[in-house]
């Protein structure tokens, strides 16, 4: 088991990387607000992780991860999905709650339990969330937020934003409303004066606000 220092290294790492790969820039604000945690905390790690060569602040004080930081990052983000994975997949464990029990685990598993756990899982390219394993792409493009659809259009959903993957109540109404990756759904209607979308799937209609439908990113069928 890791000591507590490592797992905290770990977890402001994964973040970092999470967001990078959405292609947005990180900053100690960011971190305060995601981590729930206070800016004098916040700027301490970071003097740590950048005192142990693992991000760099740039002139715009933007964190960007250096190349071994990166790397391990991305050891802790592919731990992280074939953790989801096995849950989802092999345990049962809802879909919602995923996200939150790989995050303990992911600590736990050894480069040569993450090497089995990927051959026995037969090598899953993305998340149960659609996040592709780190080093992957996705084949489907162009990829369409969910708030641009239009109207009479059939769609799939590909992938979440990853800052919906910390969100359990949201993860679990797009659940029950078959708002997951592989499902389609028909954009049944625009409600500008609500800023509401209106989906409907085999599960019936569901209601989502404009915002974030806009961290969805889905593909056109027709
Ligand atoms: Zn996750
Ligand atoms: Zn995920």
Aim: aromatic share 4%; net charge negative; proline share 5%.
């Amino acid at each position: 088991m890791e000591g507590r220092q490592s797992v905290v290294v770990g977890e402001y790492l994964h973040l970092i990387y999470r967001i990078q790969v959405m292609g947005r820039v990180v900053k100690a604000s960011t971190l305060v607000q995601r981590l729930d945690s206070s800016p004098s905390t916040v700027h301490a790690t970071l003097r740590r992780l950048e005192r142990d060569g693992l991000v760099n602040l740039n002139d715009r004080k933007e964190i960007e991860l250096t190349e071994k930081g990166k790397e391990s990052a991305a050891g802790i983000a592919h731990r992280h999905n074939l953790a989801e994975y096995f849950l989802w997949h092999e345990l049962k464990i809802p879909w919602y709650l995923v996200h939150t029990h790989a995050h303990s685990l992911e600590h736990a598993i050894t480069p040569l339990v993450a090497a089995r756990l990927e051959e026995y899982l037969g090598h899953p390219k993305f998340c149960p969330h659609g996040s592709p394993m780190p080093g992957i792409e996705h084949p489907h493009t162009p990829l369409l937020p969910l708030s641009e659809a239009s109207t009479g259009t059939k769609i799939e959903v590909v992938m979440l934003d990853e800052s919906i993957e910390d969100e359990e109540d949201l993860l679990k109404y797009l659940q029950d409303s078959l708002v997951m990756p592989g499902q389609q759904h028909m954009v049944q209607e625009r409600i500008d004066v609500t800023h509401t979308l209106v989906l409907q799937s085999e599960n019936g209609l569901t209601n989502l606000p404009y915002d974030i439908a806009a961290l969805i990113d889905v593909r056109e069928i027709c």
